[in-house]
Each structure stands twice: as structure tokens, then as C-alpha cells.
């Protein structure tokens, strides 16, 4: 995540998702932030552990449903927009 782009919520970062790895990331600190452990955290959104490993490592090559699933239950949301409307963005 670029650091212009990063917001802290808690002990969370959370921001833009540009890679594999940002959206790992985010959803680790989501993890962590709620005092999770990933063993638990995969049972709770219905993955395996090595999955959800993985996911948080940024693995390319990991199944879009299934990172879905995890970001949904892990209360976690993804928003896709035209870069032109970015609402984020600074006016």
C-alpha cells in the first residue's frame, strides 16, 4: 500500500489495494487488530489455515472466491470504481 494511502484504524492498517500483497496485508492486520490467531480465523471464514497463510502472504495464484470469503467474514470490504471517480480521492 502506498503510505500516502494507508489509514490506521485501531492497530489495523487498512488502504489502497494495488497487489496480491496489499490485500494480505490488509487482511492481517484486520487479524491481528480483532486478536485472532490465523487457526482460528480460517475456521471462522471457512478456509484452510495454509489458505488463508498464503492469502496474507500475498500469494498471486489465490482463489478469488475464496479471498472474498474471507474479507466478508472477517468484516472486511472491497470496493472496484474507475480510477476517474475515485471517491478517495483528493479534490
Same mark, same amino acid.
Do not use: C, H, W
Given at each position: 500500500?502506498?503510505?500516502?494511502? $494507508?489509514?490506521?484504524?485501531?492497530?489495523?492498517?487498512?488502504?489502497?489495494?494495488?497487489?496480491?500483497?496489499? &490485500?494480505?496485508?490488509?487482511?492481517?492486520?484486520?487479524? $491481528?487488530?480483532?486478536?485472532?490467531?490465523?487457526?482460528?480465523?480460517?475456521?471462522?471464514?471457512?478456509?484452510?489455515? $495454509? @489458505? /488463508?497463510?498464503?492469502?496474507?502472504?500475498?500469494?498471486?495464484?489465490?482463489?478469488?472466491?475464496?479471498? /472474498?470469503?474471507?474479507?466478508? $467474514?472477517?468484516? &472486511?470490504? &472491497?470496493?472496484?470504481?474507475?480510477?476517474?471517480?475515485?471517491? @478517495?480521492?483528493?479534490?
Amino acid at each position: 500500500m502506498d503510505q500516502e494511502q $494507508k489509514t490506521r484504524v485501531g492497530e489495523a492498517i487498512y488502504g489502497r489495494v494495488v497487489s496480491a500483497k496489499d &490485500l494480505g496485508q490488509a487482511i492481517r492486520s484486520k487479524r $491481528k487488530e480483532i486478536g485472532m490467531r490465523q487457526e482460528t480465523a480460517a475456521g471462522m471464514t471457512g478456509v484452510g489455515t $495454509k @489458505f /488463508l497463510s498464503q492469502l496474507e502472504n500475498g500469494k498471486e495464484t489465490a482463489e478469488l472466491g475464496k479471498a /472474498l470469503q474471507v474479507l466478508y $467474514k472477517m468484516g &472486511l470490504e &472491497l470496493y472496484v470504481f474507475p480510477r476517474s471517480a475515485d471517491p @478517495f480521492k483528493e479534490r
